[in-house]
């Protein structure tokens, strides 16, 4: 189990990673004059927009006191929460209730009834875009992050839905502690009867309480080992 979970922390955070340290390759040849495709001084002068832009330092419009500004990164970070688990809900329960959306599309997810980590992206690409890029660039278009932030944010939600999938109930796990849309919630909502329940994702459960697609849970011990979340009642 320990090496399962290094290796889906590394699935996640390994992309990451690489993307800083190979851009900060490339970086240091600014002072190999001979290798680039173009001079410092291009670079700097007809580019539109700052490096400092592009790195994350200005974005948005904002200026750099205010983007750098912990404060209004976290409130950025939860309008951006919001917008995307309202924008998931009720589009992750559109994908449920339209037949034909479920079975060409939805239902590739669904066949993890037994959710594991590596499976919280494994959908079909259309429902990926709808689901990610549209619900990520609306929060990050209504929350004003700055690119630097949305970094942080999308890292943070990668992580979160990883977590949500992973099917382990670790003692401790901040994610257990802080959300009530945990691992155990949404297990019950890829129980073969559980489809019509536990639509929220990756962070709130406001939408299934608001809109009574709210199913609770008991956790219970198995007697040969692990837990089970066992649904306790149906929403009405």
């Given at each position: 189990m320990a090496l399962a979970i290094s290796d889906e922390l590394l699935a996640t955070f390994v992309p990451i990673v690489v993307y800083w340290i190979y851009s900060a390759f490339y970086m240091s040849f600014g002072s190999f004059d001979n290798y680039r495709l173009h001079s410092k001084k291009d670079e700097e002068e007809k580019n539109l927009v700052s490096k400092a832009n592009?790195?994350?330092?200005?974005?948005?419009?904002?200026?750099?006191?205010?983007?750098?500004?912990?404060?209004?990164?976290?409130?950025?970070?939860i309008i951006a929460m919001f917008v995307l688990d309202t924008w998931q809900y009720f589009m992750h329960r559109?994908?449920?209730?339209?037949?034909?959306?479920?079975?060409?599309?939805?239902?590739?997810?669904?066949?993890?009834?037994?959710?594991?980590?590596?499976?919280?992206?494994?959908?079909?690409p259309l429902e990926a875009f709808v689901f990610d890029i549209?619900?990520?660039?609306?929060?990050?278009?209504?929350?004003?992050?700055?690119?630097?932030?949305?970094?942080?944010?999308?890292?943070?939600?990668?992580?979160?839905?990883?977590?949500d999938h992973c099917g382990v109930w670790l003692p401790g796990n901040l994610f257990h502690i802080f959300f009530n849309n945990n691992?155990?919630?949404?297990?019950?909502?890829?129980?073969?009867?559980?489809?019509?329940?536990?639509?929220?994702?990756?962070?709130?459960?406001?939408?299934?309480?608001?809109?009574?697609?709210?199913?609770?849970?008991s956790l219970e011990k198995r007697a040969e080992g692990g837990f089970e979340a066992r649904p306790i009642k149906r929403a009405k």
């Open positions: 592009v790195i994350g330092n200005e974005g948005g419009g904002a200026s750099k006191s205010q983007s750098n500004s912990i404060t209004v990164m976290a409130g950025q970070f559109y994908f449920h209730h339209n037949r034909f959306l479920y079975r060409h599309f939805h239902s590739h997810h669904h066949k993890l009834v037994v959710p594991y980590a590596f499976g919280a992206i494994y959908n079909h549209i619900g990520g660039a609306l929060s990050y278009s209504i929350s004003g992050m700055s690119p630097r932030t949305s970094m942080y944010f999308f890292s943070f939600a990668t992580i979160k839905s990883v977590d691992s155990a919630y949404h297990d019950v909502h890829h129980y073969l009867y559980g489809g019509k329940y536990n639509f929220s994702q990756p962070f709130f459960v406001m939408w299934d309480r608001i809109m009574g697609t709210y199913m609770p849970y």
